[in-house]
């Protein structure tokens, strides 16, 4: 008999799976909803950027379909504030949109990718990470989150098996990348933040494993 789906009484939770580009993030968010439901809980999946109007325009720019920015900026720098900005409004409207309702009636959220990667992936400096932090003051703290960790060789590697890459999808960039998320993480976690760090080297059953006894202990499965 399939159990009858739990919603929290004290609302859901938020949890949220990050890792450069190849880390598995998708595929790990996914199977995490999955094995919340068998267990009887109500349970959305969703990711970032999401699928409204400006996730749109920014996933049609991180895979190079429409370069509307450098029409415009010659900046880099400019440029790249300009996408921070618009990763932020999109995040917001998607609090607003979908994760707050869903968390409101209890469902437990799972979000592919949240304002960590926007640290991570916009990030020039200390200092600018500061700023990043200040403009996504609004936004909510998951209850968990999972930083899938694994060396920029082996995303690669994994990424061309698939015949699959973006804008951020490079050696040089993905090294760039992986030490931001990890500035990101040490900042945020010495802010309270809840931050499990996995070994992405692992199988995926294995990385499953961790991820589902971690969220265990957070939303109190039987």
């Known amino acids: 008999m399939t159990p009858r789906k739990r919603t929290s009484p004290a609302g859901g939770k938020f949890i949220v ?26 349970c959305s999946l969703t990711r970032e950027p999401t699928g409204g109007p400006i996730g749109k325009l920014i996933r049609n720019f991180l895979e190079k379909k429409i370069d509307p920015l450098r029409d415009v900026y010659c900046d880099e720098k400019a440029e790249r504030d300009v996408l921070s ?3 932020t409004a999109d995040r917001l409207d998607h609090l607003q949109r979908e994760i707050e309702p869903a968390l409101a009636i209890g469902r437990h959220v799972v979000s592919d990718r949240y304002y960590h990667s926007t640290f991570a992936y916009q990030m020039k400096s200390s200092a600018h990470l500061k700023w990043l932090v200040e403009m996504n003051s609004a936004a909510r703290t998951p209850d968990l989150t999972f ?4 060396p920029p060789a082996a995303a690669l590697e994994r990424m061309e098996s698939r015949g699959r ?7 040089e960039q993905l ?10 993480i040490r900042e945020l976690s010495e802010r ?10 692992r199988s995926i ?3 499953h494993s961790e991820m589902i006894a971690e969220t265990s202990r957070v939303i109190g499965l039987d």
Not at 165 to 171: A, G, I, Q, V, W
Not at 175 to 184: Q, T, V
Not at 192 to 201: E, K, T
């Open 85 to 87: 900005l618009l990763f």
């Open 17 to 42: 799976v990050e890792g450069i580009d190849g880390a598995g993030t998708t595929t790990q968010s996914a199977l995490l909803r999955d094995a919340l439901e068998r267990a009887g809980a109500e």
């Open 175 to 184: 090294r760039r990348i992986r030490a931001a998320y990890k500035l990101a």
């Open 205 to 207: 059953d294995e990385i």
């Open 147 to 150: 930083f899938i960790d694994l």
């Open 192 to 201: 309270g933040h809840r931050i499990v760090v996995i070994n992405g080297r």
């Open 165 to 171: 890459k973006d804008l951020f999808e490079t050696s």
